[in-house]
């Protein structure tokens, strides 16, 4: 393997993870791809569902800081 990502997390989510690899042995590396695979695999679509989801003006992202239009 040869892609790595930095990834800041929450306290309790680090310390989740720090408890389930030292109860499991599985190191934290592995427990971060099982979890993504699960969720890539998943037939839920998460946060995805949201995608175009969204009513309001066209061609927000061409707008300049909060000027009104």
């Known amino acids: 393997m040869s892609n790595t990502i930095t990834v ?3 306290d309790d989510l680090a310390q989740w ?3 389930t690899a030292r109860k499991t ?3 934290k590396g592995r ?3 099982e979890e993504l695979e699960r969720a890539k695999n998943s037939a839920e ?3 995805l569902r949201w995608a175009g989801a969204v009513d309001g003006p066209s061609g927000l992202s061409q707008r300049k800081g909060f ?3």
């Open 8 to 10: 800041r997390l929450p």
């Open 31 to 33: 427990i971060v791809r």
């Open 67 to 69: 000027s009104r239009v």
């Open 25 to 27: 042995g599985v190191p």
């Open 45 to 47: 679509p998460g946060f």
């Open 17 to 19: 993870l720090n408890q």
